[in-house]
Nanobody, 121 residues
Framework: QLQLVESGGGLVQPGGSLRLSCAAS????????IGWFRQAPGKEREGVSC????????HYADSATGRFTISRDNAKNTVYLQMNSLKPEDTAVYYC??????????????WGKGTLVTVSS
């Protein structure tokens, strides 16, 4: 069964950090660009960051630039999102998704079920 599984979410205080992981099973992530997306309550899902299959190309949304870092370890079939200086507005369910080409919200091939990140004091 092909699936992506996110982990690492939780409750963190403003200014804190979390590292999300996206692990694949049933297929090899080496050939896929991986994106992180998020959906806050009452809002549409939005892109956060994307990394190419080789890891050589990365993109960040303006809201993530300078605070979040995407990386991948193809040997572990896992992609990470390091999130620092978290703000309450980062509260959302975070999803990872895979695409053969690049990350486009409505054109991803596989999606995980998400992990909840809550930033609150």
């Amino acid at each position: 069964q092909l699936q992506l599984v996110e982990s690492g979410g939780g409750l963190v205080q403003p200014g804190g950090s979390l590292r999300l992981s996206c692990a694949a099973s049933g297929f090899n992530l080496d050939y896929y660009a991986i994106g992180w997306f998020r959906q806050a309550p009452g809002k549409e899902r939005e892109g956060v960051s994307c990394i190419s299959s080789s890891g050589g190309r990365k993109h960040y949304a303006d809201s993530a630039t300078g605070r979040f870092t995407i990386s991948r370890d193809n040997a572990k079939n896992t992609v990470y999102l390091q999130m620092n200086s978290l703000k309450p507005e980062d509260t959302a369910v975070y999803y990872c998704a895979a695409a053969m080409s690049w990350c486009h919200l409505h054109d991803m091939d596989y999606w995980g079920k998400g992990t909840l990140v809550t930033v609150s004091s």
